[in-house]
T-cell receptor, first 113, second 114 residues
Framework: DTAVSQTPKYLVTQMGNDKSIKCEQN?????MYWYKQDSKKFLKIMFS???????INETVPNRFSPKSPDKAHLNLHINSLELGDSAVYFC????????????FGQGTRLTVV | AQSVTQLGSHVSVSEGALVLLRCNYS??????LFWYVQYPNQGLQLLLK??????LVKGINGFEAEFKKSETSFHLTKPSAHMSDAAEYFC????????????FGSGTQLTVLP
């Protein structure tokens, strides 16, 4: 049983397209995140949801829109993809308190050509 | 505000040698600190965490880290490196007052030489 699963693992698409990445967790956590890892391996938080409510929205282009249909799911939709969006996107989940660790998915490697 | 600095983006050690990966944090409130490992083409896996209990924390795969408040450090060590330890290591910080987010350091790539 995969704790945090995201699909697809690889995504190659052309500039200007719209794409979605799906994430599901079966850990019973109430908080989910999207992180972006750039080519230098730097990890930066994009969004955080708690009980389906957006609580963190870092400086991310509004072409990126997270959607949380329920506590176990947090999807990421990206409109009008640009070359600079190429990165690895990680979904993660945790319990509410800051002292607990986040569990990460395997990542989605997005390549925009 | 919170931040993490990892000194040394690349560290090389010989198999069997001591591993020392450095992490310094900045936080206006007592921090919670984490070390994660990332193997190629995989997600992040928790190695260990400090959450205000014992200052010396033991984790998986023989790793441990010591929280030193006076030095604002949380360095990761392992007495004897194995080839399988080669990976990217990330230090991260959060705290009880945060919006439940982890702030990561820039990562350290560990190479283990035969």
């Amino acid at each position: 049983d995969t704790a945090v699963s995201q699909t697809p693992k690889y995504l190659v698409t052309q500039m200007g397209n719209d794409k979605s990445i799906k994430c599901e967790q079966n850990l019973g956590h109430d908080t989910m995140y999207w992180y972006k890892q750039d080519s230098k391996k730097f990890l930066k938080i994009m969004f955080s949801y708690n009980n389906k409510e957006l609580i963190i929205n870092e400086t991310v282009p509004n072409r990126f829109s997270p959607k949380s249909p329920d506590k176990a799911h947090l999807n990421l939709h990206i409109n009008s993809l640009e070359l600079g969006d190429s990165a690895v996107y990680f979904c993660a989940s945790s319990h509410r308190t800051g002292r607990t660790e986040a569990f990460f998915g395997q990542g989605t490697r997005l390549t925009v050509v | 505000a919170q931040s993490v600095t990892q000194l040394g983006s690349h560290v090389s050690v010989s198999e069997g040698a001591l591993v020392l990966l450095r992490c310094n944090y900045s936080s206006s409130v007592p921090p919670y600190l984490f070390w994660y490992v990332q193997y190629p083409n995989q997600g992040l896996q928790l190695l260990l965490k400090y959450t205000s209990a014992a200052t010396l924390v033991k984790g998986i795969n023989g790793f441990e880290a010591e929280f030193k408040k006076s030095e604002t450090s949380f360095h990761l060590t392992k007495p004897s490196a194995h080839m399988s330890d080669a990976a990217e290591y990330f230090c991260a910080v959060s705290h009880s007052g945060s919006a439940r987010q982890l702030t990561f350091g820039s990562g350290t790539q560990l190479t283990v030489l035969p």
